[in-house]
């Protein structure tokens, strides 16, 4: 599988290191090392991450955590890629998550 991450996707990555920068600067490498390390395991193991929720967003969705942080991403089995379309700290309100899927950007 070859990993993908949307634009969104490392934008939402950017401003979670952003915000620690600011609350706690030694815990931005090991958070931005993990995350990166946790979705790296999906290009061997796709379907490790759970099928989100649907009132998070529709069941081709999946989210892979690590500490607070979701990653999530959809699997396309037939063309061998895993889309990571955004990452979320977990502590957030999922209300307020938007999951916009590459098929449907223009």
């Not at 931005?28 to 946790?38: I, K, P, Q």
């Amino acid at each position: 599988m070859k990993l993908l991450w949307t634009e969104r996707a490392l934008s939402d990555l950017d401003d979670i290191l952003d915000y620690y920068e600011d609350v706690n600067p030694r815990a931005v490498v090991e958070l931005c090392s993990g995350v990166m390390s946790a979705a790296s395991q999906l290009e061997v193991f796709p379907e490790m991450g759970p099928r989100l929720r649907e009132q998070i967003g529709p069941a081709r969705y999946r989210a892979l955590t690590h500490r607070t942080v979701r990653i999530i991403y959809r699997l396309d089995s037939h063309a061998q890629r895993v889309h990571v379309l955004r990452v979320w700290d977990g502590r957030r309100d999922p209300g307020r998550l938007e999951i916009i899927d590459i098929d449907s950007e223009g």
